[in-house]
């Protein structure tokens, strides 16, 4: 059975760091793209950050320059290191594996077949 479980949310002040980290197990999740999203109160899921097999990094406008995802391919581990945090960055974060097919792709959810629970991050101002 495939799982994502993300960890590492929690509460911080404006201004302030958190790293969350999603471990994967159930497959090798070779070739695969690694996602995060988001959703805050009342609104739509939101891409965040994508890391391909390969490293190649996609982000969300919002959070450049801000946030770094990374991958630990041997552990099958994705992190997102959140920094210089805001308000508005307060949601549940999701983990995602998938693969998609082109670059312009991986901002799509329907682009990711797997999914975690989720992990609450709130940022006060």
């Known amino acids: 059975q495939v799982q994502l479980v993300e960890s590492g949310g929690g509460l911080v002040q404006a201004g302030g760091s958190l790293r969350l980290s999603c471990a994967a197990s159930?497959?090798?999740?070779?070739?695969?793209?690694m996602g995060w999203f988001r959703q805050a109160p009342g609104k739509e899921r939101e891409f965040v950050a994508a890391i391909t097999w390969g490293g190649t990094k996609y982000y969300a406008d919002s959070v450049k320059g801000r946030f770094t995802i990374s991958r630990d391919n041997a552990k099958i581990m994705v992190y997102l290191q959140m920094n210089s945090l805001k308000p508005e960055d307060t949601a549940v974060y999701y983990c995602?594996?998938?693969?998609?097919?082109?670059?312009?792709?991986?901002?799509?959810?329907?682009?990711?077949?797997?999914w975690g629970q989720g992990t609450q991050v709130t940022v006060s101002p």
């Open positions: 159930g497959r090798t999740f070779s070739n695969y793209a």
């Open positions: 995602a594996g998938g693969r998609p097919l082109y670059s312009s792709n991986y901002f799509l959810e329907n682009q990711y077949n797997y």
